[in-house]
């Protein structure tokens, strides 16, 4: 039997209708996420507000940054050099806020060897076979997906890391009195819980289509793709997110492990070697 034609949704069959009550319940979402969270007192100090007015703010940012990349995106397509400094924007701020959710020191600014590092190489890739060609409508979506996975993994491996370190200190140091050097009595401990930073992207791929539906399939569905086509290419965002994860968990593991990213450096030892 051959195949059905695949037509685009008309605009009534969108995912979600943009209307007033849409605004509506996002605001009752966002006011029911910020008063769970103060409620239940979920933060690192066990405070009320700290933790609820950056759910608020999240949630207002976001808004706000999404309008504007809405309104910019057609523009900033157009010119090379636009396309350029948008991404790099992209990159900056992820690495501002991977490196300030790890330390509030001065090497906060290390994070961006993790997340370049996972990111570069499969963009490049990409670029160089032809598989995403050099425009900004399929560039900036899949380097914006692979930036935020990097971002992700960096902040969960680093804080997980220097968390294990400062609460087993004594370990590090045991360690080194035993003829380990610094860094390998560090990795010893910040390893098993730097690796726990690969859980979400590894229970995401091994429940694909069971549990969730991810965005990259339900937004080519939308758009008219087969559904076939449309679990191709979940299939490459997922992958491509475990490659870049798995780099970015390795290289801020090394950093945390070489000293070269700490919050407090008596805890495990000097700055650096």
């Known amino acids: 039997m051959p195949a059905l034609p695949v037509r685009p949704l008309a605009a009534d069959q969108v995912?979600?209708?943009?209307?007033?009550?849409?605004?509506?319940?996002?605001?009752?979402?966002l006011?029911?996420?910020?008063?769970?969270?103060?409620?239940a007192r979920l933060?690192?100090?066990?405070?009320?507000?700290?933790?609820?007015?950056?759910v608020a703010v999240a949630g207002l940012r976001a808004a706000v940054q999404l309008v504007a990349?809405?309104?910019?995106?057609?523009?900033?397509?157009?010119?090379?050099?636009?396309?350029?400094?948008?991404?790099?924007?992209?990159?900056?701020?992820?690495?501002?806020t991977a490196g300030r959710r790890i330390t509030d020191n001065a090497t906060w600014w290390w994070a961006a060897l993790p997340i370049g590092a996972g990111v570069a190489p499969v963009v490049a890739a990409l670029l160089l076979t032809g598989l995403v060609p050099p425009d900004g409508i399929a560039l900036v979506p899949?380097?914006?997906?692979?930036?935020?996975?990097?971002?992700?993994?960096?902040?969960?491996?680093?804080?997980?890391?220097?968390?294990?370190?400062?609460?087993?200190?004594?370990?590090?140091?045991?360690?080194?009195a035993i003829g380990l050097l610094d860094r390998e009595a560090r990795l010893e401990i910040a390893r098993p819980a730097a690796s726990d930073a690969l859980l979400p992207g590894l229970?995401?791929?091994?429940?694909?289509?069971?549990?969730?539906?991810?965005?990259?399939?339900v937004g080519m569905l939308l758009g008219g793709a087969s559904p076939m086509l449309a679990g191709i290419v979940q299939l490459f965002v997922l992958v491509a997110l475990l490659a870049v994860q798995a780099v970015a968990v390795a290289v801020v593991l090394e950093l945390v492990a070489r000293g070269r990213l700490y919050r407090s450096r008596t805890l495990y030892g000097a700055e650096g070697e």
Do not use: C, K
Not at 79 to 84: C, D, F, Q, V
């Open 69 to 96: 990349v809405a309104l910019l995106i057609g523009w900033v397509v157009r010119s090379g050099w636009l396309l350029l400094a948008f991404l790099t924007l992209m990159y900056a701020v992820a690495v501002r």
């Open 31 to 39: 006011a029911v996420a910020v008063t769970v969270v103060a409620f």
């Open 142 to 176: 899949v380097t914006g997906i692979l930036i935020g996975g990097a971002l992700t993994a960096t902040v969960l491996g680093g804080r997980r890391a220097l968390d294990e370190l400062a609460t087993r200190h004594g370990e590090v140091e045991a360690g080194m």
């Open 203 to 217: 229970d995401q791929t091994r429940t694909v289509g069971l549990v969730t539906l991810p965005g990259a399939f």
């Open 43 to 54: 933060s690192e100090d066990g405070s009320r507000g700290s933790r609820s007015r950056a």
């Open 15 to 29: 995912l979600l209708p943009v209307n007033f009550t849409l605004g509506a319940v996002l605001a009752v979402l």
